[in-house]
C-alpha cells in the first residue's frame, strides 16, 4: 500500500520530538513545564454557567457558520477593537484557528500561480499548521527568516521577484510565535501593497493579539480599512485559547472578504466540524466581555516584569512585545533544553522544533522557547534556575 509523499519533508510534530529528547531523563529538581502554550489562568467565571442553560442544545446539529448571535458578538468585538464594521458574511466561526489556518488554503490556494507550483510565504520558526497547510494542496512551502536581523519578521519584499510572482498565500503571526515581535501598521501596509503587486492572500494569524507589553498590536483588518485595501486579500484568525483562556473551548473566527469566506464556508460544510451551540453560546459571551480579558493581560504583565527582573544582568536578554513566549538564546537550542531538564528540571522547547533548515540555517538552533503560563511564582522559580542553568 503506498502513501502520500508529500508530508515526508516534515519532521516529527515538536512535542514527540521534545519527549524523546528528554524522557530518557530524570529531572535535575522537581519539575516545572515551560513549553507548551496552553494558557493556565483561570477562564471565564460565567462559563459553567452559560453551558448548563444552554446544555440541551447538545441535541441538535449545530448552525455550521456560526449562530446570527455569535457572528454579531464577534462583529462587536472587531468594531470594539479596530474601529470596523463587518457584515456577517464577512465571518465564519471555527473549531479552533488551526482549523482555519489550515481549511482556508485548502478553500483559497489555486492549483497554480504565476505559470507553476504555487508558493506559500511563511516565517521562519513558524506555526507548523502553515506548512502541513501548504503540503496538503501541493503548493512549495517557502521558510523566510524571522530572525534579530530583519526585527523578528519576515522580509517577504526581499525575496526575488520570479518567487513572489508564484505566491498564493502568505502567512503572518503577529504578535509573532515565538518571537513576541509585532507588525506595526507601517509593516502591514507594506506587506498588502506587495499582496496588490504580486496578486496573493495574507493569512494573518492574530491569535495572540489581546497579550501585549506596553500597546494593543495594530490589526490586519483595521490596515485594510485604512488603507481601503481589497478586503479578499487579507484573512485573519482569532481565537478564544489565549484571549480569554479557553484552549479547550476550540473556538475562535475567521474573517476577511465576503467571497473567500462563501468558498470556506462551502468547505465548511462538505467536510468541516462545527461548533457545538453550547460552545458557541459561551463564544458569544466570551467576545462580549472586556473585563476577563483586561485581567487576563494584568497577570502576563506581572510576568513580562518578572522576566525583566530575572535577566536583568542577561546580555541579549528581550521581553516580548506580545504573546506569552520567551524566545532566549543560547549556544545551542537542544543542548540547553536538556541541560535545563538534567540539572534544573525546568522544561522548555528547543527552538530549532518550531523553525526548517533554508539556505543551510536553521534559525531556531541558537534558541530556547519559554512559554510564561504558569503563576506568577512558579514562572519566576522556572526562569531563576533557567537563568542560573544556562546563564549562569
Known amino acids: 500500500m503506498q502513501f502520500p509523499e508529500r508530508f515526508q519533508s516534515l519532521p516529527d510534530y515538536a512535542f514527540p520530538r521534545l519527549r524523546k529528547l528528554l524522557d530518557p531523563h530524570k ?11 496552553e494558557p493556565r489562568h483561570p477562564m471565564p467565571d460565567f462559563v459553567a454557567g452559560v453551558l448548563s442553560e444552554n446544555i440541551a442544545g447538545f441535541g441538535v446539529y449545530p448552525p455550521n457558520d456560526g449562530t446570527p448571535e455569535l457572528l454579531a458578538a464577534i462583529s462587536g468585538w472587531i468594531g470594539r477593537r479596530y474601529g470596523v464594521t463587518l457584515a456577517e458574511d464577512r465571518l465564519m466561526v471555527l473549531n479552533g484557528t488551526r482549523e482555519g489556518l489550515f481549511n482556508a488554503a485548502v478553500a483559497l490556494c489555486p492549483e497554480t500561480k504565476g505559470g507553476g507550483r504555487p508558493v506559500v510565504l511563511m516565517p521562519n520558526p513558524f506555526y507548523q499548521v502553515y ?11 517557502v521558510y523566510v527568516p524571522a530572525t534579530a536581523a530583519t526585527g523578528f519578521l519576515p522580509d517577504y519584499a526581499g525575496l526575488p521577484a520570479d518567487v513572489l510572482d508564484r505566491v498564493a498565500i502568505a502567512y503572518l503571526c503577529s504578535p509573532a510565535n515565538p518571537q513576541g515581535a ?26 495572540y493579539s489581546e497579550i501585549w507589553r506596553d500597546a494593543p498590536p495594530p490589526g490586519a483588518l483595521q490596515v485594510v480599512a485604512e488603507a481601503g485595501a481589497d478586503p479578499e486579500r487579507v484573512f485573519v484568525f482569532h481565537s478564544l485559547s489565549k484571549r480569554s483562556n479557553l484552549p479547550g473551548l476550540r473556538s475562535g473566527f475567521v474573517a476577511g472578504g465576503a467571497q473567500g469566506i462563501a468558498r470556506i464556508r462551502q468547505l465548511r460544510a462538505f467536510a468541516g466540524a462545527p461548533l457545538p451551540l453550547p460552545v458557541q453560546r459561551v463564544s458569544e459571551r466570551a467576545w462580549s466581555d472586556e473585563a476577563h480579558v483586561v485581567a487576563n493581560l494584568a497577570l502576563y504583565q506581572e510576568k513580562f516584569r518578572i522576566a525583566d527582573e530575572v535577566f536583568a544582568a542577561v546580555q541579549g536578554f528581550r521581553n516580548p512585545e506580545g ?7 543560547v549556544e545551542d537550542g537542544e ?16 527552538g530549532a522544533y518550531l523553525s526548517r533548515e533554508a539556505g543551510g540555517q536553521n534559525p531556531g538552533k541558537g534558541y530556547i522557547r519559554v512559554a510564561l503560563v504558569a503563576p506568577a511564582e512558579e514562572t519566576r522559580r522556572g526562569l531563576i534556575r533557567l537563568r542560573d542553568c544556562v546563564y549562569g
Open 182 to 207: 509585532i507588525a506595526s501598521r507601517d509593516y502591514l501596509a507594506g506587506l498588502m501593497a506587495l499582496a496588490e503587486r504580486h496578486d496573493f492572500r495574507i493569512f494573518a494569524d492574530e491569535c
Open 335 to 350: 543542548e540547553a533544553a536538556l541541560k535545563l531538564w538534567k540539572e534544573a528540571g525546568v522544561r522548555v522547547l528547543p
Open 323 to 329: 504573546g506569552f513566549f520567551l524566545w532566549l538564546p
Open 131 to 141: 506548512a502541513v497547510a501548504a503540503l496538503a494542496m501541493g503548493a512549495e512551502p
Open 27 to 37: 529531572p535535575g529538581a522537581e519539575p516545572i513545564a515551560m513549553t507548551i502554550g
